[in-house]
């Protein structure tokens, strides 16, 4: 396997906690206090940064309990496992091999995890996870997979900021539709798909739905609506929930 993924081994042999062994801890009474509330959100530093750490406060119930030696133990560990796996289930699949190797082996760099639109998709598709990105600064969201049509109730929704540095947990349930749509009455922008078909097929999707339009508009604006009309209804029975809680060992 180290012929396959040399730039991964190189960087384990590198890492001076690599044989570091698992143990527990109880968290102190001042851990956390960097959290904050945001909206309907916990928020909460993710250390070390990165989307796979994100992913693996979800997946992996040791992540969240472990020191920060053993956090980059459990993250090396998994990478190798979704090398793997990339290589056998996505490559030829629009993914090419050397940009999967290169985008995934940048999640443990010496300069810090390197997040990218191929990267996100690739962690969504091998974790079988759903992600909402948030930008505070630009006001913008944005979707992993990208096209919010095709999510699932089968797959856990999670939400992190652009640059992965922070988790954001919902402090209750929440609609899914209902929560985009406060959002962007409050002037967020949204990264709507864009619906498929001829023009009158986009005319007759919207009258079908009840949405009026002006004859003057384009296509490709027409089509924006119809995409954010059927992705809220894909959304309509989705949530937002609260991660499980993991436990702690004393």
């Known amino acids: 396997m180290a012929a396959l993924f040399p730039k991964i081994y190189d960087l384990i042999e590198k890492n001076p906690t690599r044989t570091a062994t698992l143990r527990f801890r109880t968290r102190t009474a001042t851990e956390g206090s960097s959290s904050e509330q945001w909206d309907s959100f916990f928020v909460s530093p993710l250390s070390p940064p990165g989307p796979l750490s994100l992913a693996l406060l979800y997946t992996e119930p040791l992540f969240e309990l472990a020191s920060e030696s053993l956090r980059m133990q459990l ?53 079988s996870l759903q992600k909402i990105s948030i930008n505070r600064r630009t006001k913008t969201l944005s979707f992993f997979p990208p096209d919010p049509r095709t999510w699932t109730r089968t797959r856990q929704i999670l939400v992190g900021d652009q640059e992965n540095c922070w988790s954001y947990r919902p402090k209750s349930s929440l609609s899914l539709s209902t929560w985009l749509t406060e959002k962007e009455e409050e002037g967020w922008t949204i990264a709507w798909p864009t619906a498929d078909g001829k023009l009158d097929d986009v005319k007759a999707g919207l009258l079908t739905r009840g949405i009026v339009y002006d004859p003057k508009e384009k296509k490709d604006e027409l089509a924006h609506r119809l995409g954010r009309a059927q992705a809220l209804q894909s959304l309509s029975s989705l949530s937002l929930t609260p991660a499980p809680v993991n436990l702690e060992v004393p």
């Open 75 to 127: 993250l090396t560990e998994s990478l190798l496992k979704l090398q793997d796996r990339a290589d056998k289930e996505l490559v030829g699949r629009r993914f090419p091999r050397k940009k999967l190797q290169d985008a995934l082996a940048g999640q443990i760099s010496a300069e810090g995890p390197k997040t990218s639109a191929l990267v996100e998709e690739v962690l969504c598709e091998l974790v």
